[in-house]
Nanobody, 123 residues
Framework: QVQLVESGGGLVQAGDSLRLSCAAS????????MGWFRQAPGKEREFVAS????????NYAGSVKGRFTISRDNFKNSVYLQMNSLKPEDTAVYYC????????????????WGQGTQVTVSS
């Protein structure tokens, strides 16, 4: 079992940057594939990015590729999402997720979820 706590959300203007953090506790962090998802009002939760256990492999949704960067620090039990060139359509609650197997870009399933952090981008 792992517990996830996100932080770093806020209100920014279009073109600004934000860095989200997710701190994990419980079972060994490096055991999990990690990911970020988001859910905008009235929409389904969607995949944003994922990172392998070692951090070697990453995957991004097409809408954020080139603007967002996922990273992890297994010594600090944390995963991050650096978001640059933010757009109003990036406004959503962002969720950190962990899975002992895999996180697929085509699915919104994961074994463990954080409580979410709000990101609002004004135009």
């Amino acid at each position: 079992q792992v517990q996830l706590v996100e932080s770093g959300g806020g209100l920014v203007q279009a073109g600004d940057s934000l860095r989200l953090s997710c701190a994990a506790s419980g079972r060994t962090f490096s055991y999990y594939v990690m990911g970020w998802f988001r859910q905008a009002p009235g929409k389904e939760r969607e995949f944003v990015a994922s990172i392998s256990r070692s951090g070697t492999n990453t995957n991004y949704a097409g809408s954020v590729k080139g603007r967002f960067t996922i990273s992890r620090d297994n010594f600090k039990n944390s995963v991050y999402l650096q978001m640059n060139s933010l757009k109003p359509e990036d406004t959503a609650v962002y969720y950190c997720a962990a899975d002992s197997n895999r996180i697929a870009s085509s699915s919104s399933r994961a074994e463990h979820w954080g409580q979410g952090t709000q990101v609002t981008v004004s135009s």
